[in-house]
């Protein structure tokens, strides 16, 4: 039976957390943008990634539709230095300004009241996810470290300082646990895949 060590353990434990909570994210920012649709389209057309920082420092200082119009460039400099950005602020300013001014579909103001504090609220929450996914890349990445295989999976190509320990958590690091490196595709679902059916026969890649 294969034992891992303690310490790709924790790995694993860091990495799926990490990994659980990019998920999370991502659904905040569809319920986000779901709100957005209803009674703000012009912030989706004006940022792209609503879990951006710029993103989130402009909607938390102005989720209302007509709050986020009389923004100034100055106001939204100061937004985005905050959050911090640090290149071309006043050019960036300039086009969230236009974007958030651009015509768009009005809706009833008590609808824009009620989804302006939904939208706050998500705002907030994603802001602290981004806050603790960067902590548990923080902690993963020294825990990765710290491994005597760390230097194995940093030398393949694609795998950094984040899915590189991930890696490492799934396979783990018992020498016995693979006897061959085709068990080792096995486990991860890539060998190649043998469909045969009378006199015919193929392989082709998963």
Same mark, same amino acid.
């Given at each position: 039976m294969a034992t891992d060590s303690y310490g790709v353990e924790g790995i694993k434990v860091l990495a799926r957390a990490h990994q659980s909570l990019i998920w999370a994210r991502t659904r905040h920012g569809n319920q986000l943008r779901d709100a957005l649709r209803e009674y703000f389209p012009a912030a989706l057309a004006t940022f792209e990634d609503l879990t951006s920082r710029d993103a989130l420092a402009v909607l938390s200082k102005a989720p209302n539709p007509d709050k986020a119009a009389k923004l100034t460039i100055k106001q939204i400099v100061i937004v985005l230095r905050r959050a911090g950005r640090q290149r071309n602020l006043e050019v960036r300013a300039q086009q969230i300004q236009e974007g958030l001014r651009s015509a768009q579909l009005t809706a009833p103001t008590a609808l824009v009241e009620a989804f302006a504090l939904t939208t706050a609220a998500s705002v907030s929450i994603i802001e602290e996810m981004n806050q603790q996914i960067i902590e548990l890349e923080v902690g993963l990445s020294e825990h990765f470290g710290k491994h005597q295989d760390a230097g194995i999976y940093r030398s393949l190509p694609g795998l950094g300082e984040t899915l590189?320990?991930?890696? *490492?958590?799934?396979?783990?690091?018992?020498? =016995?646990?693979?006897?061959? #490196? $085709?068990?080792? /595709?096995?486990?991860? =679902?890539?060998?190649? *895949?043998? @469909?045969?059916? =009378? /006199? $015919?026969? #193929?392989? @082709? #890649?998963?």
């Open positions: 590189g320990p991930r890696v *490492l958590g799934e396979f783990g690091d018992d020498p =016995g646990r693979y006897a061959t #490196a $085709k068990c080792r /595709k096995n486990y991860a =679902g890539t060998s190649p *895949l043998t @469909i045969a059916s =009378g /006199k $015919k026969r #193929a392989v @082709i #890649a998963r």
